[in-house]
């Protein structure tokens, strides 16, 4: 039935036998070419993969080296207030908790994923646990008596086995160390409309007016210990040049594994945590004890740390405490290979998100009960919302899922 079909070496197709013999020839090295050409491109999204991972370890670990160096200058602090308490030790103090949180803040980035922080019992519960009950601590307005602090006969000795013991027992507000258990210690309940609490030094001094002031003293010490030990644990997990820790497992790790973790960081953070649960929920609520740091009114601190945090690991740079500058591969560079449109349009929205939370009033109490105030914290709600399914989206772009509800 093919008999109306030419042989190619058919002597009236010369034409066609010399274009299918040239085409035979030439194959082989178009093959050739682009087979190299695709093994190169794909060499190359490797290394910046790998290099992405490598500058994403080195930005945690430097954030908690930050945040436990600072922790240390906290606890000295905390100790002095303790032993001589004065208006200018409790001072003192509280600067040195607004100091260390500075950096902390921008270490958030790094939850969400099983990672060392937030791993089954790993220690964030014992760093930065919220919201909290005071009166699970020490006295409240309407109870003198409340509190651990305040409970010697049940508690008979504070130290800090007992203060871990007691972390989130019963009721998950039932938090008894961390950074928010030591900003109450600090600056007493917030009951004022444009300020922060205001705790007397004289809750430390034995001859002040609250009750067990030696053992408020233990109770604030075993605090600040807690947390030094806690974030240098963090720390270590993320240091260099040690071959059984998280970081050395972390770049081990398949890289699209490695890179679904940071994206869900990110995306969590951006969308579930910090414009739904830190943001919406007190916007939600207009009450200031669901604000993150609502003793000191350093939530806008920790949005706008929250917010710079996510930028840090999405350009490949932080800034550390000293002024040294750590710079590398961002994750924004191996998106910008793929897409480099959605590159574009997620760096100008880390530059309106940066600028929504830095517009949110001061302090933030006020910021989610006052009618001209309220719109500006819906707004920066929403464009972190907006930010986190561009996470999502990146996801998808390097042919990846990513999931941006809270775990």
Known sequence: MYHHLLPLTSSC???????????????????????????DASAAEKDHKRA??????????????????????????????????????????????????????????????GGPIDRAGGPEPLINAWPLDE?????????????????????????????????EQGAEEHVSVGFHAIEFLLWGQDRNADGPGNRPYTDYLVTGEASHPQ?????????????????????DAWAPDRPHNYRAEFLRLPLDEALVKMLTGMGVLSKAELAGERLF?????????????????????????????IRNVYRGEYLRVGGERVAG??????????????DEHILALLDTSNAAVARVHVPFDQAIVLASE????????RVLQRLGNQFAQAGTALGLRVNTTLP
């Not at 030094?228 to 963090?234: D, I, N, P, R, T």
């Not at 929920?281 to 945090?309: K, M």
Request: charged share 20%; with cysteine.
């Open 374 to 381: 309220r719109p500006q914290v819906l707004e920066t709600v």
């Open 135 to 167: 009166s699970y601590i020490d006295y409240v307005i309407g109870d003198a008596y409340a509190g651990t602090i305040n409970d010697p006969v049940r508690f008979p000795t504070i130290d800090k086995a007992l203060l871990v013991s007691l972390n």
């Open 329 to 342: 591969t961002g994750l924004g560079a191996v998106l910008a290979e793929v897409d480099p449109a959605l």
């Open 215 to 235: 053992r408020r003293g233990r109770y604030l010490v075993a605090c600040a210990e807690l947390l030094v030990e806690k974030l240098a644990e963090v720390r």
């Open 52 to 113: 992405a991972m490598a500058t994403y370890a080195e930005i945690a670990y430097s954030g908690y080296a930050d945040s436990h160096a600072l922790a240390l200058a906290l606890e000295e602090k905390v100790k002095a207030l303790v032993a001589a308490p004065s208006p200018t030790t409790l001072q003192a103090a509280r600067d040195a908790w607004l100091a260390a949180r500075e950096p902390y803040g921008q270490t958030e980035v790094f939850r969400f994923y």
């Open 281 to 309: 929920t007190a916007y939600d609520n207009r009450d200031q004890e669901d604000e993150h740091s609502c003793f000191s009114d350093n939530t806008h601190r920790d949005i706008v740390n929250n917010a710079l945090g």
């Open 13 to 39: 197709c010369p034409m066609i036998t010399r274009l299918a013999a040239a085409v035979f020839l030439l194959s082989p090295s178009l093959f050739l070419a682009c087979t190299e050409r695709d093994v």
